[in-house]
């Protein structure tokens, strides 16, 4: 069962209104890294979680506290568009040329749609989608995509940080910024944890057999730019991070197969068929 609790875990009052800011904020929202994405991915990774005890509970701790965060943004949006002016003439009747460029620069969809609140939209207006998310059931490969979601998210809260002034949203982006250094921090734990505990290693899935593999290519950098510059990093030579293997450099891709060559279609798909002898001596001909 879920709670609501009315508090919020952290303010998310502005000084004042800043409709063209709500507009960015909507990113970390509605974005495909948002607040919304990992809160649902989390979630789903733990309903999907078949292993019960703490990796579960991990899950679903984190995606009920990124719900919380869905929550303190959707407030902050909302308290942006507050007395915020809903024309060009409220705009210019404050004679307040920043007045005007933020009203320039406001989504007319919070206003139209949501009456001056969030929308479950990034700052484009482009709706979110549960595409977004992944829950493959296996918690390794998982768990470093999360890496990413959090890294990804912090990212753009930092930027976002540096696009204000107003001490009442820097202050809950400061609270965001410090539970995202958090949460990439617990996701690399979870993921030393996992082959801690014997549960998953390197590469994922493990338990796929290596013998199914080609795996004079499992460990094979190739290069496919002018120049060997990438010779010179970690993944070119030396023990593989999984421990099963050494890298090897090829400075040029070989091929290992020749050209495709497909046979003609289905003639009633009515694709265009490779050209026939008789075709080819009236190309260019037109039918009568």
């Known amino acids: 069962m879920f709670s609501h609790i009315k508090d919020l875990q952290f303010e998310a009052k502005p000084d004042g209104p800043d409709a063209a800011f709500a507009r960015r904020l909507q990113e970390v929202l509605g974005g495909k890294w948002g607040e919304m994405t990992v809160a649902n991915q989390y979630l789903f990774q733990g309903w999907s979680c078949r ?67 969030p929308l479950p939209t990034d700052s484009n207006g482009v709706p979110w989608n549960g595409a977004f998310i992944t829950a493959s059931g296996n918690l390794l490969a998982d768990f470093h995509l999360n890496v990413t979601a959090e890294a990804q998210g912090r990212l753009q809260v930092a930027r976002l940080f540096n696009m204000t002034d107003d001490p009442g949203v820097k202050q809950m982006l400061r609270f965001l910024l410090a539970r995202d250094t958090m949460h990439q921090n617990m996701w690399l734990a979870a993921i030393e944890q996992l ?94």
């Open 195 to 288: 082959k801690e505990d014997g549960l998953e290693e390197m590469p994922v899935p493990e338990a796929f057999p290596d013998a199914e593999q080609e795996n004079r290519f499992a460990y094979q950098f190739i290069n496919f730019s002018a120049g060997e510059d990438s010779a010179e990093g970690r993944w070119a030579s030396g023990p593989s991070p999984d421990g099963k293997g050494e890298f090897s450099y090829e400075a040029a891709p070989t091929a290992y197969a020749g050209p495709p060559e497909l046979p003609p279609g289905d003639p009633r798909l009515h694709g265009t068929p490779p050209p026939t002898a008789g075709a080819k001596a009236g190309a260019g001909k037109k039918k009568r």
């Open 51 to 117: 292993l019960p005890g703490k990796y579960k509970d991990l899950l679903l701790d984190v995606g009920t506290e990124e719900m919380g965060h869905v929550e303190m943004i959707c407030a902050m949006i909302a308290r942006l568009l507050d007395s915020a002016p809903l024309s060009v003439q409220e705009a210019a009747a404050e004679d307040n040329p920043m007045l005007a460029a933020i009203y320039a620069g406001s989504n007319p969809a919070h206003f139209i749609h949501s009456g001056g609140g």
